[in-house]
Structure formats: structure tokens, C-alpha cells
């Protein structure tokens, strides 16, 4: 309004014709300001809703290096059914109901209230590991699906997966169990649980022996490495994954083919 007065001398009007031409203009401002805060709160509004409204219940991640099964076995868990499944590229998730019926979602960042159990399904392709420590942070459980047929390479790459877990103690501060899935037991070239222990904790030595004298842990998706040791392991001696773990270790021997096998699971 000074403003306007003071330009409304240079232009010869007086001051009452030059804030009566303008009030028209100072009107629209101020309305469209308000109208911009009302909005603004709006948002922010549905923003802390959508918050509130994260999924509370408990969750079930299943990892593993590819071709371990583990799509295909995450429906042969849940829906009952056999499927054909390709690699997966992208992390994906069924929402159950205490009786296990599977909930449909309509909005991806809607959870129903009658939803209680998330089971992650997280890919295994090694492009995607770092994002990995994110899938698993929330999880009660978590199931390292291998297959039992390959074991030379899927403990080697399981074990790498699972050292990138345990030497991150935050990551797991949720979880209260690990299964390791040796899937693909139907097959005659497949080992039993018992080697599969062996092997497994064979490898995962090695990975923390080597990395540990590197100073190597993992890029945890911000940039920063974690370094040194696995957090609860003892000093001095080897790594044993059933009795240093702060929490359940099972190995589980299984097939997604036999629906009896999964019984167990």
C-alpha cells in the first residue's frame, strides 16, 4: 500500500485513486495466497496419513541368489498353486490375513487393515544387493531360499548375502529367526540339509575371513561402508551360524513342487 502511494505522486494520481484502481489486484493476492496455504495443508495432511498408515504387522522377507526358487516357491507358500516363473528384477510382496488368505491391494501405498503378514519376495541378482539391507530391515523372518541341486555355487553366493547382513547388526534388529531354504529337495542331484550346513558355514568363514582382513563390509545404499567383523561373532574362533546367532538359524530341506514338503516350512 505505501508502495502505491508513493508511486501514484510520479504518475500525478492521488493516493485513494491509485489504491482504488489496484484493490482489485490486492484482492486476487491475498484470495490466492490463502488458497495456496489450504492446499499446502491438505497435503501435508494426506503425506502424515499415509504414513501412519505403514504396515504393521509381520513381515517375511525371502532372499537368495537367482535361480534359487524363490518366486515360485513364495506362491506354492501362499497361493497353493504352481507357477512358471522367469528371473525377477524387482522386489515384490504378498499381504495375508491371520487365516493366510491373500489381500488384494487397490492402492500400492494403501496396506487394509486386515492385512497381518507381508511376505517380500527380493531379487537375487547382485545389481540389486544394495538395496537389500532396506528389504530386510523390517523383517520377523527372514528365509535364504537356495537351490539344493547347485550347492558349489549357491552357498557361495548365499554366503555372501548373508555375511551383508549379519556384519550390519542394525539390519536385523527386528528379525527374530533365519530359515535357511534348501529347495529343489525333489531333485536327485539335490544335497541334504546337513551338507548344505556345512558348506554354507564353509563359505561364509572364508567371506569373513577375506573381507575382514580387506577392512571390506557393504555399501549400505547411502555411500557408506560398513567395516570389520561380524558383530556377535566370537573373536578367535570360526563363525558357526546356529550358535553365534543372536537369534533361531533353521535349515530346512524342501520342494516348491511337493506340497507336502512344505509342511515343515
Do not use: W
Not at 44 to 68: A, D
Not at 165 to 172: G, H, I, Q, W
Not at 175 to 183: D, F, S, T, Y
Not at 208 to 220: H, T
Amino acid at each position: 500500500i505505501e508502495y502505491l502511494k508513493t508511486s501514484a505522486k510520479y504518475i500525478g494520481l492521488s493516493s485513494s485513486d491509485a489504491l482504488q484502481g489496484h484493490s482489485s489486484h490486492i484482492y486476487f493476492v491475498f484470495l490466492t495466497s490463502i488458497l495456496i496455504i489450504l492446499f499446502l495443508l491438505k497435503l501435508s495432511h494426506s503425506f502424515l496419513r499415509s504414513k501412519s498408515r505403514r504396515f504393521k504387522g509381520r513381515t517375511v522377507s525371502l532372499i537368495g541368489p537367482c535361480e534359487g526358487g524363490k518366486t515360485k516357491l513364495l506362491h506354492a507358500l501362499c497361493v497353493g498353486k504352481k507357477i512358471q516363473t522367469l528371473t525377477s528384477i524387482e522386489p515384490s510382496a504378498l499381504f495375508l490375513t491371520k487365516t493366510a488368505q491373500i489381500v488384494k491391494l487397490d492402492d500400492v501405498n494403501r496396506v487394509p487393515e486386515q492385512a497381518s503378514i507381508c511376505v517380500n519376495d527380493f531379487p537375487g541378482h547382485q545389481r540389486l544387493s544394495g538395496n537389500l539391507n532396506k528389504c530386510v530391515s523390517n523383517s520377523n523372518l527372514i528365509l535364504l531360499v537356495l537351490d539344493s541341486s547347485n550347492l558349489k555355487a549357491q552357498t557361495s553366493r548365499g554366503a555372501e548375502i548373508l555375511y551383508d547382513l549379519l556384519v550390519n547388526e542394525d539390519t536385523l534388529k527386528c528379525c527374530k529367526g533365519l530359515g535357511i531354504v534348501c529347495n529343489k529337495s525333489d531333485l536327485k542331484e539335490s544335497g541334504k540339509a546337513k551338507l548344505v550346513e556345512i558348506l554354507l558355514g564353509r563359505e561364509l568363514e572364508n567371506a569373513r575371513l577375506s573381507r575382514k582382513s580387506l577392512g571390506v563390509g557393504r555399501d549400505d545404499g547411502h555411500g557408506t561402508v560398513a567395516k570389520g567383523d561380524i558383530p556377535f561373532a566370537k573373536a578367535g574362533c570360526p563363525f558357526d551360524l546356529k550358535s553365534d546367532c543372536p537369534f533361531k538359524v533353521e535349515f530346512i530341506a524342501c520342494s516348491s513342487e511337493m506340497q507336502d514338503d512344505l509342511k515343515e516350512l
